[in-house]
């Protein structure tokens, strides 16, 4: 089944303690990104990938790092957590033609991260 | 900068009326328009796409969407609403070729639907 798989689903952490959510794609798409979903925000871009070892900054990027070693997985990592960011987020992938981004994201069922 | 406006926070609809959702759009070059849906405790599910030529496009379980170019809008509609069709509707617009990575979705409508 051709899908993104989001780990975890939910996690409950404190200031200041790293952490890492995995996204896994096994569709074999270029284009992946993370997205954050906060009430009455819609979802905001944190940062993008449009292949192997390419990835850019979306809208919100501070306070998150990405890495994109392998087409399948886009990790996104949480250094130095803060309550801000507590926050429902999602993970997507799409397959790519050039630039030319004309195809649909397929979204994992997100992770719920509360920071205390 | 691109950017997308979803003017109502909810749409309240009859069953069996018709439905419509509306999103506008700013970019610097040409959209690319997308349309998903979102049920409760899952990820977003595409619906439809506008990337050129036919201005009205049609997507899953009888949706469509009409693209204006003039008025920089791409509204959601159904002829019929379904029960089933309860839920949470974003807008996304990425701006081709000036930000082919970035997507920017719009802050999602609320869509209910009453028997």
């Known amino acids: 089944e051709a899908q993104v798989t989001q780990n975890p689903r939910y996690l409950i952490t404190v200031t200041g303690k790293k952490l890492t959510v995995t996204c896994s794609q096994n569709?074999?798409?270029?284009?992946m990104s993370w997205y954050r979903q906060d009430p009455g925000l819609g979802l905001r871009q944190i940062y993008y990938?449009?292949?192997?070892?390419?990835?850019d900054k979306g809208d919100v990027p501070e306070g998150y790092k990405v890495s994109r070693k392998e087409k399948r997985n886009f990790p996104l990592i949480l250094e130095s957590p803060s309550p801000n960011q507590t926050s429902l987020y999602f993970c997507?992938?799409?397959?790519?033609?050039?630039?030319?981004?004309?195809?649909?994201?397929?979204f994992g069922d997100g992770t719920r991260l509360s920071i205390l | 900068a691109q950017s997308v406006a979803q003017p109502e926070d909810q749409v309240n609809v009859a069953e069996g009326n018709p439905l419509t959702v509306k999103c506008t759009y700013s970019?610097?070059?040409?959209?690319?328009l997308f349309w998903y849906v979102q049920y409760p405790n899952r990820g977003l599910q595409f619906l439809l796409k506008?990337?050129?030529?036919?201005?009205l496009v049609k997507g899953s379980y009888g949706f469509e969407a009409e693209f204006n170019k003039s008025q920089t809008s791409f509204h959601l509609k159904k002829p019929s609403a379904l029960v089933s069709d309860s839920a949470l509707y974003f807008c996304?617009?990425?701006?081709?070729?000036?930000?082919?990575?970035?997507?920017?979705f719009g802050d999602g409508t609320t869509l209910t639907v009453k028997p």
């Open positions: 997507a992938s799409s397959p790519t033609q050039g630039s030319e981004g004309n195809q649909p994201q397929h």
């Open positions: 569709m074999n798409h270029e284009y």
């Open positions: 990938s449009m292949n192997v070892e390419v990835t």
């Open positions: 970019v610097s070059g040409n959209p690319y």
């Open positions: 506008y990337i050129t030529g036919d201005n």
């Open positions: 996304a617009v990425r701006d081709i070729p000036t930000n082919a990575g970035k997507s920017t």
